[in-house]
């Protein structure tokens, strides 16, 4: 975190899936939640990482290289 330059790191419970909607209300609905409960705080951050294999987990290095880039 320092090196990144993060000065509070707050983890909390990952509510929204958008992959689960199955209308496009209900998609509607996670980005009101997703705007009220972190856009609007002016939180930044990533959502959860579940890699199935070793190859995906490697890859992840690629997302975390860009997220370094994007945040800093």
């Not at 509607?28 to 409960?37: A, F, S, Y």
């Not at 609007?40 to 987990?57: A, M, R």
């Amino acid at each position: 975190m320092d090196a990144a330059g993060v000065d509070k790191t707050v983890l909390f419970c990952t509510a929204p899936h958008p992959e689960k909607a199955g209308t496009l209300n209900e998609l509607e609905e996670t980005e009101k939640w997703i705007d009220t409960q972190i856009t609007s705080n002016s939180l930044y951050g990533i959502g959860e990482f579940t890699p199935g294999n070793e190859q995906q987990i490697r890859q992840l290095d690629t997302v975390f290289q860009a997220l370094m880039w994007l945040y800093c």
